[in-house]
Every structure is written in C-alpha cells, then in structure tokens.
C-alpha cells in the first residue's frame, strides 16, 4: 500500500486516514502532501498519544487529528482497546473490557473543516469498514481514490461503493488479499 499511496498522493493532497494507528501513514503522507492536509482518525487512546508524538517529532504542521471512532452515524460506541495489541482495537457490541467512546461520521468531519476534494481515503478498522461507508455520502462524493482493508460485509460494502460510481480492484495479488483500492 505504501508504493501505491507514493503515487496516489500529491503534493497539493487532500487524505483522510481513518485508524491511524501511530501515524506511520500519516506522516508519510503528510510529507508528500505538503500543500495538502492529512486528517488522521484514531480512537485507540494509547495510539492517539503516539500519533501526536510522531506528528511533533516530525515537524508535520499539516495534519489534524480526531480523538474518535469514524461511524456511520454520531453516537456513543463500545472500544475494546487491546492493550497487548493495540492495532487490534475495535468497536465491539458486549466487553467488559471496553470503554465508552465517541463515534462521528467521514460526512461530519469534511464539512466541518469544509473540504472541497479528497484525493485519498485509507480506512483499516478491523470490522467497522461498513458502518464508515454508510455515513460518508457526502464525503465519497468528494473523494478520487479509496484505499480499504474489508475485515467484514465484503458484499455490502462492494454494493455500496459500486452503486456510487466506484470501480473496485483487488490488490491481493500485489500486496494483501484483504486490500482493494476504489476508484471512481
């Protein structure tokens, strides 16, 4: 992924990368993306203190960073936050374990920093893929490429995308088989 994304993003870039985990994307792409900007989403609250780390000690002044979980809608949601894993951190339905957090849409985030394109989405949420994609009508209809790990609803989330002008190809031959780029 990181070779297609070298190609992908630009210097003038709009990228949303949703599991940020502890910036590696990011910061690559806030690099590339030097007259762009990065929105980096990370609810893990133990990788959310790493990426601004790795934000600040690579002088990256182009990036904004959410404390959240992407959703389809504005809710509170149930986080497991795997501590002996932390990119396995996910939105689960019953754990004892979990916490509380936030969860806003794509749609939610772009108007409120008005954006007017998006070159590249990544998304890599370990099971949420779906939910993200139902509440980001506005915000696909902004966005030039998609990158996504599909963890679940594999056919929905194909239906969804295709019905919104997207073509899908698999990159599992190139990198991982879980990994698809869209186009539109």
């Not at 149930?78 to 939105?91: G, H, I, L, T, W």
């Amino acid at each position: 992924m990181l070779k297609l994304s070298k190609v992908l993003v630009k210097e003038d870039s709009v990228v949303i990368d949703v599991r940020a985990y502890r910036g590696g994307y990011t910061i690559r792409f806030a690099k590339k993306a030097l007259k762009g900007k990065v929105i980096a989403i990370e609810p893990n609250s133990e990788n959310y203190k790493f990426l601004l780390l790795n934000i600040y000690y690579n002088n990256v002044k182009n990036v904004i960073v959410y404390n959240t979980i992407a959703y389809s809608h504005i809710t509170k949601l149930k986080f497991f936050e795997n501590k002996d894993v932390p990119a396995m951190s996910r939105v689960v339905t019953d754990n004892s374990n979990s916490i509380e957090t936030e969860a806003i849409t794509l749609d939610e985030i772009s108007k409120s920093i008005k954006l007017k394109k998006i070159d590249l989405i990544k998304i890599d949420t370990e099971g949420s893929e779906y939910e993200i994609l139902k509440g980001s009508e506005y915000t696909l209809k902004l966005t030039k490429y998609l990158i996504i790990e599909v963890s679940t609803d594999l056919k929905q989330i194909l239906d969804l995308l295709e019905e919104r002008g997207f073509i899908v190809i698999n990159l599992g031959d190139f990198y991982r088989p879980d990994y698809s780029i869209l186009l539109p």
